[in-house]
């Protein structure tokens, strides 16, 4: 079969103009945005595809706020979005999980009305052994009147996210995207240089028979962590019957990619080990970007107890709980939280 051109993907400059102009789903400023995070991202995924060659594994020798060891890569995909995203007059400012405190725009450039909050690699504990890596990143608006945003213009809670997405390193690199109308994924063409439109409005079935969990840490769950995983495990002849099967990457990025394109639900719950943290998975960077794509998806996104997005946060890198992907299974397990608490 002859390929013809009306067949080809259109390329995310191209959907970012249509949704501009025909949609005015969103403005120049935020499609200048999502391009030059696109462009960011596409530099991120040289630099890990380069791998060993390119002298960039391995760790930094330093620590971020959160007292995790830095990774070279980690490092470098920051600068790279700082870098990309500093000069262009679309924000304001700038936070991110390898950096103490937001960044603010330097003055020799204009400032524009919108935050970035990035995790810029995801799946840190991945990068040596080549297995699939990400970048997550949160757009809000600035609050109006705030000329030098601190700390304080990025706690929003994520409903007023006004986009969100992540770049997912893998066989392929694909970003993932949402505008707030459908998620939304495109493909690298490594050839062309340019992201194409892949798939339209990913939807995550309601039902599912897959998991992602680190086991590891059952004996450090609540009681009804527990009696969700337990009924699982317990099969065809258990309560649920039905066999149900795990997967773990260990990047939340990879977890929550296979979620949005086959179904099933992503955890990680409040342990023994973690609960004067509040959680493992960062509030702004990491559950309500990706909350905001499930529910965009058809899913749902909650701590156990309530929707994530509606979490009002108090402190830029505050921790969460995290559950998300296929409804029934949110519904559940967020059900036998509640029920728990009484
Ligand atoms: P990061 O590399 O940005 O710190 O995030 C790692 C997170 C997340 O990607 C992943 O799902 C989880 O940590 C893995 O946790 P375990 O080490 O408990 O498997
Ligand atoms: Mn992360
Ligand atoms: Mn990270």
Known sequence: ????????????????IEEQRDKQHINADL???????????????????RGALGGVLGSAGTENVQGEVQKKLDVLSNEILLEANEWGG?????????????????????????LLVFDPLDGSSNIDVNISVGTIFSVLKCPTGVKEPDEKAFLQPGTQQVAAGY??????????????????????????????????????PEDTREFA???????????????????????????????????WVASMVADVHRIVCRGGIFVYPLDTKIKEKGGKLRLLY???????????AGGMATDGHGRILEIMPKSLHQRVPVFLGSKNEIERVTRYHREAAG
Not at 31 to 49: Q, T, Y
């Open 1 to 16: 079969m002859t390929a013809t051109t009306s067949s080809r993907p259109i390329s995310l400059t191209r959907f970012l």
């Open 31 to 49: 499609r200048l945005l999502i391009e030059v995070v696109a462009r960011a991202c596409k530099r991120i995924a040289i630099s890990v595809g």
């Open 90 to 114: 679309h924000l304001a400012a700038l936070a991110s999980e390898e950096m103490d405190d937001p960044h603010p725009i330097p003055h020799r450039y204009p400032k524009g009305e919108y």
């Open 167 to 204: 770049a997912v390193y893998g066989s392929s690199t694909m970003l993932v995207l949402t505008l707030g109308d459908g998620v939304h994924a495109f493909t690298l063409d490594r050839e062309q240089g340019s992201f194409a439109l892949t798939q339209r409005n990913l939807h995550i």
């Open 213 to 247: 969990i680190n086991m590891s840490n059952l004996r450090h769950w609540e009681a009804p962590m527990r009696r969700y995983i337990e009924e699982l495990l317990a099969g065809k002849n258990g309560p649920r019957g039905a066999d149900f099967n795990m997967r």
């Open 286 to 296: 990491e559950a309500n970007p990706m909350a905001f794509i499930v529910e965009q």
